[in-house]
Each structure stands twice: as C-alpha cells, then as structure tokens.
C-alpha cells in the first residue's frame, strides 16, 4: 500500500498530498504522515512555503467517523503516537512558513478545518466545503466554530453549521472562505505561487481576524436568533445549541478560549446518545445501497440521458423533477396535451420553490424544465434506457401498461413502477419482460423526500437493479432495496402504527393526547395529525389493502371511516382528525363525537389507563415487531436498512437512530415482554411477537444483527 500522505519538493514548496481513498478522511495513519510531513517541510531550509492537497477527488472529507464511532462507544480519545487534528491545525497557522490549501473536491468538516489553519485557501471550481458534523449530532472540534465566523462573518457561518451544507466554490469565494477560485490542473501550481507571495507580505492567522466580524450588537442578534430557532425545531437535542454557544464564547472570550470550550463541548457531543444514533445512521445509509449480488457483482451502471414517465400527476411530476434536477432528460406521457401541460406547469411550479428558497437561479430552472418533452403517446419510449410508470393505481390499468411496455420496448429498456399498492409480480407477468421490471415507490412529494424503496422480484435481473440503484444515486435519493410484498417495507412496518392508534383511541385514549405523546418523542407530527395531512380517504383505502394482506394482525377502528363518510378528508376539505380553516391544525371538540361512536361500533371497551410515556412505546414497539417480522421474510437485507426508510420515509426520530436501533437499545427482552403484556391486557392478536424477535429476546442477540 502506498503512503496515504506523500510529501514533494518543487523550487522551493513543499506540496503534502493527502491520498488515502474513498474520501481522504483523517484516519489514525493520515494523522500520523500529516504530522510527518509537517514535520520534515518545517525542518527542511530549502522549503520556503507548504501546499496542502488531495487526491483529485477529495481534499479531505473530515474525521473518520469510524473511529469517532468507536470513541462514542468508549474507546479512548487518543492514540498513542498519533497528533490530534487540532495539534496539527495550529502548527500549520502558528507556522513561519506560509501554508495553503489547495481544495479539489471535499473539503468537510475536520477537512475544512485544515484548510482554515492555513493561510490562505485556493479551490478548483468543483470544490465543495462545509462542516457537516450537527448531521452527525456533534459539532465542529477542530476550531470551526472559532475560524469559521472570523472569515465570513457570523451569520453566515452559524448558517453553514447549522444546517451542515456543502459549499460551492463560487459561494465559498464570495463567502470569503476561498481566496481564489482555479482550474482544477492550476490549483497546485497557483497555490505554490500564492506561498511565495504570501512569504513577501504580512500573514495572519485566521483565528486573529476580526474584520470579517458583525459589530457585536449584531452577532448577538444573530446568535440570540438561531438559538431560539434551534430551540424550536431541534428542541430534542441539545447539539445545535453547544454549537452556537462555542462560537459565542470565542467572540466574547477570544479564538483561543472559543477553541477550549469547543472542545469541551465537541467531546460532550461525541459522548451523547443522539451522536451514537447519528453515526449509526450515517453508516446505515452507506450500507444500505449496497446490495449483495448486484452492487459487487462487477456490473458497471448505466447513466441514462433520457427517462421517460408516464403519468404526470403528483407523483409523475415529482419524479419528473427529481429527474430533471439530476440532469436526466425526461419524456412525459399524458393522455391529453392538457393534462401535460397541467404536469409542466407542476413541474415549473415546484423548481420555482426551490428558486423562492435561493436553491436554485432563475435561469437554471428554466433550464432544468426545458429538459422536458411531453407525448400522449407510447411514441416517447423510443431510446429510453428507462420507464418510471406513475399512473393511477388501477390494476387493470397497469396490466394493460406494462403488457404494452414490455411490447414496445427493447431487452435493455427497464421498468419501473411506482406502485405503493399493486402487486409487482403481477406487473412483471403482464409486461411478459419480468426481469425487466422492478418498483421505484417514491414518497410523496418526490422530488423533496430522500426516501426510494428499489423493490425487486424473484426475477428482476441484477442489471435492472444495478441501474436503479445508480438512477436514485444521480437524484440523489437514499435507496433501500426491498423484496415484494403489500405496502413494500415503510407502509407495511408502520401499519401497526395507525392500527394501533386506532385500538387506544377505541380505549379511551384521547387522540389529541396521543399526537402530543408522539411529538414528544420526536416524530414530525402525530398519528392523527399526519392522517389528515395525507387524506383520511387515501389511508382508508390503503389501510383496506393492508388489511386483507395480513388479516391475522388487522385492528381497524371505525373512527377514520366515520370521518370519511362525514366527508371530512382532513386538510384538503378543511377538517379531518383537525380543523384546517386557519391554515393551521386546530384541536376540534366535534371531534369527540366521532370517537364516541367509533368506541360504540367497537364493542365499548373498557377504557385503558396508560402512562405518556407508554403511548409511542405501544405504536413503535408495533411497527418495530412487523419490522422483525420483514426481515425474517427476507423483505429487506438489513435491520439498518429498516432504520433508514422510517426514518426518511415516516421521519422516525434521527437522533434515535430507527426503530431498530431504538428498540436494541430498550432491549429485545424487554420489547418482547412488553408485546406480550399488551396482547394479554388488550386481548389483541396484533401484539403477537414476531420470531425473530422473540429468538433475539431469548438469546440475548442484537437487534441489529440478523439472528
Ligand atoms: C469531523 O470532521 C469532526 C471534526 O470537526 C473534529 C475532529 C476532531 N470517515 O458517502 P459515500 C466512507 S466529523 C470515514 O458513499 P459519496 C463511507 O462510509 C466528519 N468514512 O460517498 C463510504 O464507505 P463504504 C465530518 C467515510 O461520494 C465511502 O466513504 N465529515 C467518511 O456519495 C464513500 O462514502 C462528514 O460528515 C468519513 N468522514 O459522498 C463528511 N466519509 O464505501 C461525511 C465517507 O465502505 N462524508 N466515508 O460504504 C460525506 O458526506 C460523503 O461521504 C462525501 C462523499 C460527501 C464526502
């Protein structure tokens, strides 16, 4: 293996290469040839000036969150014989020689942290920066906090953390972040040039700059702002905050005790329950796109130009976007010129969202749009590498599609449904293609949400799916690969989830109650809340299917049929579990009507006396058992990969890392007893453990390890 950091010599610069693939993150051994390195271009007279480089393909992406992960878990901080990044950062600013970053690629977290000890930073026009570390519920610790704000002003660098996002080189040079932007085969050179000018003039350390700075009333307006932003919509952990309480003491107290107190409270942050979940969260993602016998079956991706995408409602339009946005032409089918044009016009609207947000310019979206063609004819299919079918989900419909599709298309033409309730075999048999045919289930709206489940048959070809892994990879998408089965993984695990809030609704839970105990615990919004933002109809009938799917474990409580018959849909008709006139969800006393006659049609059962704190137990321990009970049906490769669609797909808590996740650290033992307490105590066969949970609570085994 060769070196991971290399150290050249060119008429007077030293240039420290940092090449230690995938991401040139600072493991134990690019700490160690760093510091060498260092060490040796300091030493050496003939050096006059230090480059600092990557591989091409990334500068440095930050810590390795392996190890970070390990120390979460209780291994020690250090090393014996490895320096820490921050040693390492203040000998490249305390140093006599100028020092400059030369930023191909990504340059995150402890990455641009190195970057910022030098003095002076030159990127390559593709260059990305960014402190991403709140993602990973820590906080910068290796001085970004303090640098950071010093060269861009506070309020851009509380912004930068606090939403974790990466930077382009244009942005970053207007920030200030970047002296200079270059062609990537001019950065080294330029930045040797840049040492030896600096060498002329004076030199300052990032960490003495002021004049970047807000005047002090106005950073304390700032900061005082973020805060009671954070408090608001992070109010679960605590991160966010410490965050912004290290960049408030370095501007009060000074860089030098700001880098002092960032530690401190970068280690707290490292130490907590929220930064285990995020890291195991972070690998879960990694993991899940990996599919064994596809991904390492030596497949090469195809990248396709063109997608064509029939059907042009939400969903059509949403993936028609997401398509677009990743640069993909798009061939729309309509039935009308109308109904396409009504799709464009979607379309258009949704990149002007991102236009309003400052995403995205004007003209890009434009741009962006006019990758679309629309058709009312199959004629759109001639050279797509790709059909994402969104029509209505009508069997027959769909039948009549894909037998179609697989007529008119060639033998390497996929498609793909977008299904949430057909059955895709059925599909694949009627396109007489079956290895052609594969589920794309998007969640709505598809063009914001991150969540793609690949759904794959018996006889999709590992090609086809190797493909639509790369597909969701240019969208950006997070994909989890999933077998064929009603509700695929994220709609089948949390069917139990509003079964269940139907049975303590039945038992005299109030729903309001049960909305708020779920908050509390960090989903984005209730049970009943989130029934009302999807339309109670849509659940209705989706529940309906589910039902029959899996009758042995089916608890329906009348309560949301009765609302649909009263024809209150939730937001779209102004009442649902809410009332919606205001704009906002208000609690409606009509409401107790409707729960009465619900409890009535369910036989007036006794009413149940439950703790807050049992209420998400009793939905989540549900949805946690019907995930068992996936995994041991080999739906889905990985109890991560569950952790990883509910939370993108339902917004499970990320700072509780999934359901799986959660309940390993509950323990097998106690989410069994708990399952059959409930079963007894409701006499409801939907407590019923599954297998799989009830061999990990007897041996002892992980959740999170297949048994
Ligand atoms: C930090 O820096 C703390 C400091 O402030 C203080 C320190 C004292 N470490 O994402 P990909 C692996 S916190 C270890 O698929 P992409 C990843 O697991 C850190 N491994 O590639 C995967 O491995 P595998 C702040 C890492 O091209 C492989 O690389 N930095 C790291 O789609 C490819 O990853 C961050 O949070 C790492 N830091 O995206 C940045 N990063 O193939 C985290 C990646 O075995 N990284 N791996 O599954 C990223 O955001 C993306 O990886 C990146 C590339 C955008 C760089």
């Not at 250090?78 to 400059?100: F, H, Q």
């Not at 839970?509 to 960090?522: M, N, V």
């Not at 991560?640 to 509950?666: Q, Y």
């Not at 599954?690 to 002892?700: D, H, M, S, V």
Request: net charge neutral; aromatic share 4%.
């Amino acid at each position: 293996m060769t070196h991971p950091v290399e150290l050249e010599s060119h008429d007077g610069v030293a240039v420290i290469r940092i090449d230690s693939p995938p991401v040139n993150a600072l493991s134990a051994e690019v700490l160690v040839g760093l510091g060498e390195c260092l060490l040796a271009a300091l030493g050496d007279p003939a050096v006059a000036g230090i480059v600092l480089t990557g591989n091409g393909k990334s500068f440095v992406a930050g810590a390795d969150v392996t190890r970070l992960e390990k120390i979460a878990r209780g291994a020690p901080l250090d090393v014996a014989g490895v320096p820490r990044l921050p040693e390492l950062i203040a000998t490249l600013e305390g140093s006599s020689k100028p020092t400059v970053a030369a930023i191909e690629g990504f340059a995150l977290g402890g990455g641009l942290e190195l970057a910022l000890g030098c003095h002076a930073r030159v990127g390559s026009p593709l260059c990305r920066v960014g402190l991403p570390e709140l993602l990973l519920g820590l906080i910068p610790g290796a001085g970004g906090t303090q640098r950071l704000p010093r060269l861009t002003g506070v309020r851009a660098a509380s912004e930068m953390m606090l939403s974790s996002r990466q930077v382009k080189a244009e942005e970053a040079l207007r920030l200030g972040i970047l002296d200079e932007v270059v062609p990537s085969d001019e950065l080294v050179p330029r930045a040797a040039a840049l040492t030896r000018e600096l060498g002329r003039g004076p030199r300052r350390a990032v960490l003495d700059r002021t004049d970047r700075l807000e005047p002090e009333a106005e950073w304390r307006e700032i900061l005082a702002r973020a805060g009671r932003e954070v408090q608001k919509k992070q109010r679960h952990v605590t991160h966010p905050s410490a965050c912004l309480e290290a960049i408030e003491h370095g501007l009060v107290h000074g860089g030098s005790a700001g880098l002092e107190r960032e530690r401190e409270l970068f280690l707290e942050a490292l130490a907590s329950e929220p930064a285990r979940a995020l890291i195991h969260l972070f690998f879960a993602e990694r993991a899940a796109a990996k599919v064994p016998g596809v991904t390492d079956a030596g497949l090469s991706p195809r990248h396709p130009s063109r997608v064509v995408v029939i059907g042009g409602g939400t969903m059509g339009s949403g993936i028609a976007t997401a398509l677009l946005d990743a640069g993909v032409g798009v061939g729309l089918v309509e039935a009308s010129e109308a109904l396409g044009e009504a799709a464009r016009a979607r379309i258009r609207k949704n990149f002007a969202r991102s236009v309003e947000k400052g995403r995205l310019s004007a003209g890009a979206a434009e741009q962006r749009v006019a990758g679309l063609s629309l058709h009312t004819e199959l004629d759109a299919l001639g050279e797509a590498d790709f059909v994402i079918e969104a029509a209505s989900e009508e069997l027959g419909l769909k039948r009549q599609l894909f037998a179609e599709l697989g007529r008119r298309t060639g033998p390497d033409t996929w498609l793909a449904s977008n299904t949430s309730t057909i059955d895709l075999e059925l599909l694949a048999e009627a396109s007489g293609a079956p290895e052609r045919v594969l589920g794309l289930h998007f969640f709505s709206p598809a063009h914001v949400m991150k969540l793609v489940e690949v759904v794959r048959t018996p006889r999709t070809s590992a090609r086809a799916l190797s493909d639509a892994l790369a597909l969701c990879k240019r969208m950006k998408k997070t994909s989890v690969t999933v077998g064929n089965c009603t509700g695929f993984l994220v709609n089948r695990i949390f069917m139990p989830y509003s079964q269940l809030t139907g049975l303590l609704i039945d038992r005299g839970i109030d729903p309001y109650r049960i909305d708020r105990a779920l908050s509390e615990f960090g989903m984005p919004m209730g049970p009943s809340r989130m029934s009302d933002l999807a339309g109670l109809d849509v659940g209705v009938a989706a529940g309906a299917i589910l039902d029959a799917a899996y009758p042995t474990r089916a608890y329906r409580s009348a309560l949301r049929r009765l609302l649909v018959e009263a024809g209150r849909l939730g937001e779209k008709t102004g009442a649902g579990h809410y009332r919606h006139e205001s704009g906002r969800a208000e609690e409606d006393p009509e409401l107790a009507a409707f729960v009465a006659r619900a409890r009535e049609l369910a036989g007036s059962p006794a009413k149940a006396a439950l703790a807050d704190a049992e209420i998400p137990r009793i939905l989540l321990f549900g949805v946690v058992n019907e995930a068992c009970r996936a995994l041991e049906e080999g739906i889905v490769l990985r109890p991560s990969d569950i952790d990883v669609a509910a939370n993108l797909g339902m917004g499970f808590p990320a700072f509780r890392g999934g359901p799986m996740r959660w309940a390993d650290g509950i323990g097998a033992a106690a989410v069994h007893a708990a399952l059959v307490e409930w079963r007894d105590r409701f006499a409801q066969p939907i407590f019923e453990p599954a297998p799989y949970l009830a061999e990990c609570a007897r041996t002892g085994a992980s959740l999170l390890t297949r048994c």
